[in-house]
Nanobody, 126 residues
């Protein structure tokens, strides 16, 4: 059974930085897509940065390009999200999601993920 555990959220000033971590345990497909999603109050969960294991390509939501970096440590099975130049609009609960069986379309959409962490809150102060 695959488990995803996020950490690293918290309170950050606008313009500041945070690094989120997602520790993955269990057995998962070599074709897995894994990444980061966020959900602000009253909004749908959106994919912001995902790694497609099929070709190691990385997708970024346009709003975070140039500010956020998604990376993976394949030895430790940890996925990181380095968040720089954080804006008020980035405040949300951040979730690690994965298509652990590799049956999805290899895209960064929440409907394609079949495992989720519990989420970590990112709060932005001005």
């Amino acid at each position: 059974q695959v488990q995803l555990v996020e950490s690293g959220g918290g309170l950050v000033h606008s313009g500041g930085s945070l690094r989120l971590s997602c520790a993955a345990s269990g057995i998962f497909s070599a074709y897995m897509t894994i990444g980061w999603f966020r959900q602000a109050p009253g909004k749908d969960r959106e994919g912001i940065a995902c790694i497609n294991s099929r070709d190691d390509s990385t997708y970024y939501l346009e709003a975070v390009k140039g500010r956020f970096t998604n990376s993976r440590d394949n030895v430790k099975n940890i996925v990181y999200l380095q968040m720089n130049h954080i804006q008020r609009e980035d405040a949300a609960v951040y979730y690690c999601g994965a298509d652990v069986n590799g049956w999805g379309r290899g895209i960064c959409q929440s409907s394609d993920m079949d495992r989720w962490g519990k989420g970590t809150q990112v709060t932005v102060s001005s």
